[in-house]
């Protein structure tokens, strides 16, 4: 239980931040706000020169090598400026774009940086409306793991937030 009071005449701003561990393939939702995020796994299948997605679930397994296509849907509902979205990989997914710069997708422009166990998106700007962020992995270990969760939040006003369920992957030799 939290309790705040004012006791000046002068109206009051402010915010609440809760942070605590959970297991990640617990996590579910946290939507219905300024910045709405959805996170899908597709596992990419050349077909010659043409490429088809095929959407990953916890029962379809993958095989070390498999190439996987991370698919990201940011839903803003006003303009926002000063955005992170940071998306958690798996421990047996390996970034196929290692370099860190600058991208131009989904009609936006933004900073990326791959890390060992995140890809982050820095967004000077981000008008209302829906946008598709993709980037693909390999997979390098054969286990099961959780694939963790993707999280955008304003930088300068954190309240404003959302982020993904968490999902197991399953992968074999």
Do not use: C
């Not at 803003?76 to 131009?104: C, Q, W």
């Not at 598709?132 to 390098?140: G, K, P, Q, T």
């Amino acid at each position: 239980e939290f309790s705040i009071e004012n006791k000046s005449k002068v109206p009051g701003y402010g915010g609440l931040f809760w942070q605590y561990f959970e297991d990640l393939d617990k996590i579910q939702d946290a939507q219905k706000g300024l910045m709405n995020i959805t996170k899908e796994l597709y596992l990419k299948v050349k077909n010659g020169s043409e490429a088809s997605l095929n959407k990953i679930t916890t029962n379809s397994p993958l095989k070390i090598g498999d190439l996987v296509t991370v698919r990201i849907v940011l839903n803003i509902t006003e303009d926002m400026e000063y955005v992170h979205l940071k998306d958690m990989r798996a421990p047996g997914f390996g970034p196929m774009d290692v370099f860190s710069g600058n991208k131009y997708t989904a009609n936006t422009r933004y900073y990326m940086t791959p890390r060992d166990a995140t890809t982050n998106f820095f967004f000077d700007r981000l008008n209302k409306g829906t946008y598709v962020l993709e980037y693909d992995v390999r997979v390098n270990n054969a286990v099961t793991f959780s694939n963790g969760i993707s999280t955008i939040q304003s930088m300068y006003a954190p309240e404003f937030s959302g982020h993904t369920k968490g999902i197991t992957i399953k992968t074999t030799p």
